[in-house]
């Protein structure tokens, strides 16, 4: 079998950041959180997002508290799983020779869904070397480090080789960063007529300002929450064209209100989530859009 070598890129030992960045590389180095290291062990694909769709609430009605643990952790797993794919299924029609670059890859649930949905090469970024370790630690344990490989690097520079990537994502890790500089790296890594795909929170400044909701979330994740509009105008500033926009508010609610429920991996957060949601302040959006 042939490999394709990583892009060309210089030795970044270690990313350039800003203090706000290292900040959060220090949070993610010391992160331990039950709800993704628990959810990820069931099949060894570690997410670091949320889910969607239906979910099975007669896991709650489980009378062996040790399988209802279970049953709820699985099920929050799957649910947190369809939504991977959801992001995986419209990253265009790929070969394996495409290469796709996952933005803010966390563990790096991600690359290894692109890679096995379509068999592409992936390369995952973050800034926290633990994550980094973690993530190429897995792969090689599944056998596919020859194609799905990560960095420790800034995600807004990543040293990359300019056109290298058919498809490329930012799953919940916008938040992280100003708008401009992500896509603008983004655009740059993309072909022409390369895929770039998000799926975020935003709140919706149809509402004015960010909620208090909003702000307790902020707060919760060290993170800074963008204005829905701003992700559109960001976009066209770099050369990025939406063609497919979806709500995915509605299909995330179940998520929470079951993981409100699962006392094994609650962290505090979850009613700040569902009333922002339910009051309309903020959104869960899918962006597709086109390099041009």
């Known amino acids: 079998m042939t490999t394709v070598p990583a892009p060309t890129a210089p030795a970044l030992a270690v990313p350039t950041q800003s203090t706000y960045q290292n900040r959060v590389a220090e949070y993610w180095n010391a992160e331990e959180n039950p709800v993704n290291l628990e959810l990820g062990k069931v099949d060894d694909l570690y997410h670091h997002h949320y889910g969607i769709g239906a979910a099975d609430r007669s896991v709650l009605d489980d009378p062996d508290p040790g399988r209802r643990k279970e049953r709820i952790t699985a099920e929050l797993h799957r649910l947190e799983h369809a939504q991977a794919e959801l992001l995986a299924a419209h990253l265009g029609p790929l070969s394996p020779s495409d290469r796709v670059f996952d933005a803010g890859c966390g563990r790096g649930g991600g690359s290894v869904t692109a890679h096995l949905r379509h068999g592409c090469h992936a390369d995952g970024v973050t800034i926290s070397a633990k994550q980094c370790d973690f993530a190429n630690e897995q792969a090689r344990l599944r056998g596919i480090d020859d194609k799905v490989r990560y960095h420790h690097r800034n995600m807004l520079n990543t040293g990359f080789e300019t056109g290298a990537y058919a ?78 926009v979806e709500d995915l508010t509605a299909a995330t609610i179940p998520y929470w209100e079951l993981r409100k429920e699962a006392d094994h991996l609650v962290t505090g957060i979850e009613d700040a989530f569902l009333d922002a949601y339910r009051n309309g302040s903020f959104q869960y959006l899918l962006i597709v859009a086109d390099r041009v």
């Open 167 to 244: 498809a490329s994502w930012n799953n919940e890790s916008t938040m992280y960063v100003e708008l401009d500089l992500l896509f603008a790296e983004h655009a740059r890594l993309l072909r022409r007529g390369g895929r770039y795909v998000t799926i975020t929170g935003c709140y919706n400044n149809t509402y004015g300002q960010a909620s208090r909701e909003v702000s307790l979330i902020n707060a919760h994740y060290i993170c800074d929450i963008h204005p829905r509009s701003e992700y559109f105008k960001a976009m066209a500033r770099n050369r990025l064209v939406p063609v497919h």
